[in-house]
């Protein structure tokens, strides 16, 4: 039996809506013209557009422009939303018209159609008294709304994604005071350089890790200058005078964000460069993760055939035809999740210059992408800290088993017997089997103990001049 439904009326006429839904006319028509993903919006987009509209009911109430009793019925169905109450009314997919009025009336029909059960009536009920748009979108336009959405939405997740960003950086830190002893064969083109020491490789990645966290800190705070009031076009037609100021004012104190005037209306509208810089902020993070990614995997690689100087947890059979093996799968999660999320800066970046004139029509996708980069990166972070680098161990015997063989050495020799005496060794030691100091030794060029005291690997990590160092 096909579910009941009741009439809902717009300005293009009448809609058979479901009986029970929340939503009205407008998101209907939404859901029959876009049928496309199947997907839904993020709950950070949702609980921001609840939060202006929270905002905006209690700004008009005390500018005198909506009845209070209006307006308490509104407040109290926008703050049951930003509960996470209602979440299923929330339908339309994320390639919907331009501009986002589909999402903005989703918000207004749901707000206003449970705000009118708040006040005694039913939803067929034609004597309803709030309107989603005379009343819950009072002082607003999709035009000036979405943008602010946009901004909110991803302030209201930054805590989370900076948390996962530092217990990320935290537990490498951690790996590099455990690995501090381990010293093993640098590489630098893939080829064999001077020592290092795993600890350095490690306190590396940890510094990149917290300079890509500062970078998206500095991004997100131009996400904090908002132009709320602008309504259609910038010029804050049918919006008090004094409203902007109030929405900026209110919403910080209700976002817990530190939140200011864009300072010109018409550009909050037109330009989505702020989105699009706190976008790329994070291309930058995926750009360092996918770089330690792959290193975990060439550094684990084998075991038996490959670097094999990292361990890492094994968390499950990495074959359905190979017993006993262990993949590295952690990382290869990583990886995907940052290939996408390139992919997700590349759709906003495009979306961003694709703005025309008084407005950018492409919102709704930069805020389905933004909203989904920050969703992956938080679960994928996470997961990679907790499951991976907390539990990773260092192959001592391997990677100095490595560096033994590094021929490489002899550079240190370079300030005592000279480049080209030292390319000679190198490339005697690399064809015969010898040892660099077997060969220095064999060709006069220095002693046995002058060698030892010049290639001491540990000493070679911490810089300065070997030779210059051994005669004083």
């Not at 609980?47 to 209070?68: C, I, M, S, T, Y």
């Not at 993949?327 to 025309?356: I, K, R, Y």
């Amino acid at each position: 039996m096909s579910e009941s439904v009741r009439i809902e009326k717009d300005s293009l006429g009448e809609v058979q809506v479901p009986a029970s839904a929340l939503y009205g006319a407008q998101t209907q028509r939404a859901l029959l013209n876009f049928p496309v993903s199947g997907m839904k919006p993020y709950p950070a987009f949702v609980w921001a557009q609840a939060l202006v509209k929270r905002a905006a009911a209690e700004v008009n109430r005390d500018l005198g422009l909506l009845e209070p009793r209006l307006a308490a019925a509104i407040i109290q169905a926008a703050d049951e939303v930003l509960a996470g109450q209602h979440r299923d009314q929330f339908v339309v997919d994320p390639f919907q018209a331009g501009a986002g009025t589909s999402h903005n009336m989703n918000l207004n029909e749901v707000i206003a159609n449970r705000a009118n059960q708040i006040l005694g009536y039913a939803l067929d009920d034609p004597k309803k008294p709030v309107s989603p748009n005379d009343h819950v979108n009072m002082a607003q336009s999709t035009n000036d709304t979405i943008p602010t959405a946009i901004r909110l939405g991803c302030l209201w997740r930054m805590d989370e994604l900076l948390t996962a960003i530092d217990q990320l950086a935290a537990a490498l830190e951690m790996k590099a005071v455990e690995f501090d002893g381990v010293v093993k064969s640098g590489r630098t083109h893939l080829q064999d350089a001077v020592p290092v020491r795993l600890g350095q490789e490690f306190g590396a990645y940890a510094l990149a890790v917290r300079n890509d966290r500062e970078r998206i800190s500095v991004a997100a705070t131009r996400l904090a200058r908002l132009g709320i009031g602008g309504t259609a076009t910038g010029t804050g037609l049918n919006a008090h005078v004094e409203y902007h100021q109030r929405m900026v004012t209110l919403l910080s104190r209700l976002s817990g964000q530190n939140l200011t005037s864009s300072g010109n209306l018409f550009e909050s509208m037109q330009n989505m460069a702020d989105p699009a810089d706190f976008s790329a902020s994070l291309r930058t993070l995926c750009i360092t993760l996918t770089r330690i990614a792959n290193d975990f995997r060439l550094l684990s690689s084998g075991p038996a055939t490959g670097f094999d100087e990292i361990r890492l947890p094994a968390v499950q059979p990495g074959s359905s035809i190979m017993p006993g093996k262990v993949n590295p799968v952690l990382a290869e999660m990583l990886n995907m999740t940052c290939f996408h999320v390139q992919g997700c800066d590349f759709t906003v970046s495009l979306a961003a210059q694709a703005g025309q004139l008084e407005l950018n029509v492409m919102m709704p996708i930069i805020a389905h992408n933004l909203f989904e980069m920050m969703h992956v990166l938080i679960g994928a972070i996470n997961a990679f800290t907790t499951k991976c680098v907390v539990g990773l161990v260092a192959n001592r015997e391997k990677a100095e088993g490595w560096l033994a063989k590094n021929a490489i050495l002899v550079t240190a020799l370079n300030p005592v017997i000279g480049y080209l005496n030292g390319a000679a060794v190198a490339k005697e030691a690399m064809s015969s089997g010898k040892t660099i100091k077997e060969v220095v030794v064999e060709k006069g060029l220095l002693s046995g103990d002058e060698v030892d005291k010049l290639i001491d690997a540990r000493t070679l990590t911490e810089g300065g001049i070997q030779g210059i160092a051994a005669a004083g």
